[in-house]
């Protein structure tokens, strides 16, 4: 039997965007939570607390990118060219938000707003323009003798934009859980009230989401409602009940760690989900892992390295988080 090395490069992605979305989702989620604080004290801990980690958290979007590219050039060409706007409008983001890190601890008392500014607009849009590209992607994109034949603006629908509204929400939700495991006192106390209405709100998200999707595709209706699919899938909503029910109930005795790992597994949840829907499509609605891989040949060879990198990856992350565990206080400095 020869190794399938489409399935196994579509892991590695899989794998990447989904340390991408757990890792960058909870330092974007930070600043969208910076206008509830409007104390420069309170937002220097904040940051801090993401501020020696966030950049590493970047190579796998990189990772994620570069691997579609190598081993799917169909799927890199037609994805990229139907969500070009959205993604550079989620990079100028991405962009002002690490310019915002290097520059807000550098800048004059008086000019920090500026830097505030640019943190929160630049996690937002990044947030935001990534659920729109998640949303337009759910929603298929037209391929017609291997190019896109959709229009450039085909994003700017009503599911897109609504997933990019969910997906704050959800980043937010991460932040805040990562803020109750990393500060104490009255910040923590506060990012724990905070928690409550944002885990509610993404529970409406996540339950308006499963019957958008479905009621507009009739392809994922039959993967989740056909039998015998129907008992095969349905841990994966029943688990979304429990997981929320014991991160209110964490949320509730002001535990500190529980909050964040479930909502880890909310998000977790959710990415299986979305697998399940669209599997085996690398390009919703129609094209496959299989249609769109590159020649064995170059998979295996560029098989060979990823292989070699990703301990490495794996090795220095989580180095560097172990490195800056336990709590960040008022104080704290970042250099």
Not at 65 to 92: C, D, H, K, Q, T
Not at 150 to 173: E, H, N
Not at 309 to 332: C, E, M, N, Q
């Amino acid at each position: 039997m020869g190794i399938d090395l489409p399935l196994i490069w579509a892991i590695i992605i899989v794998f990447g965007v989904m340390m991408y979305v757990v890792m960058d989702g909870f330092d974007l989620g930070i600043g969208m939570l910076y206008p509830f604080f409007k104390d420069d004290g309170d937002r220097d801990v904040m940051m801090n607390t993401v501020a020696p980690v966030w950049d590493g958290n970047e190579t796998w979007l990189v990772l994620g990118g570069a691997a579609l590219f190598g081993a799917f050039p169909l799927a890199y060409s037609v994805v990229l060219e139907a969500l070009y706007l959205p993604l550079v409008l989620m990079l100028v983001g991405l962009i002002f938000r690490g310019v915002a890190f290097e520059f807000r601890f550098k800048a004059k008392a008086h000019k920090r707003h500026i830097w505030d500014k640019a943190f929160i607009g630049g996690s937002l849009a990044a947030t935001f323009f990534q659920g729109v590209a998640l949303g337009a992607y759910i929603e298929g994109i037209p391929v017609a003798n291997g190019q896109f034949a959709g229009g450039s603006l085909d994003w700017l629908a009503p599911f897109p934009l609504f997933c990019g509204l969910g997906l704050i929400v959800a980043y937010s939700l991460l932040g805040c859980t990562w803020l109750i495991m990393k500060t104490e006192g009255t910040l923590q106390e506060r990012m724990h009230d905070l928690a409550r209405p944002l885990a509610l709100v993404l529970l409406a998200v996540i339950g308006i989401v499963s019957l958008w999707t479905p009621l507009a595709h009739t392809e994922i209706a039959q993967r989740w409602f056909s039998l015998p699919n129907l008992f095969l899938f349905a841990p994966v909503p029943l688990l979304v009940l429990v997981t929320f029910w014991a991160l209110l109930r964490s949320v509730a005795n002001y535990d500190h760690v529980k909050p964040f790992v479930l909502t880890l597994v909310l998000i977790f949840l959710g990415y299986s989900g979305l697998g399940i829907s669209l599997w085996p499509n690398i390009i919703p609605p129609s094209v496959s892992i299989q249609a769109a891989s590159a020649p064995p040949q170059s998979q295996g060879f560029a098989l060979v390295g990823a292989l070699f990198i990703l301990p490495f990856i794996l090795g220095y992350t989580a180095w560097s988080y172990y490195v800056f565990r336990g709590k960040v206080k008022h104080g704290d400095g970042y250099h």
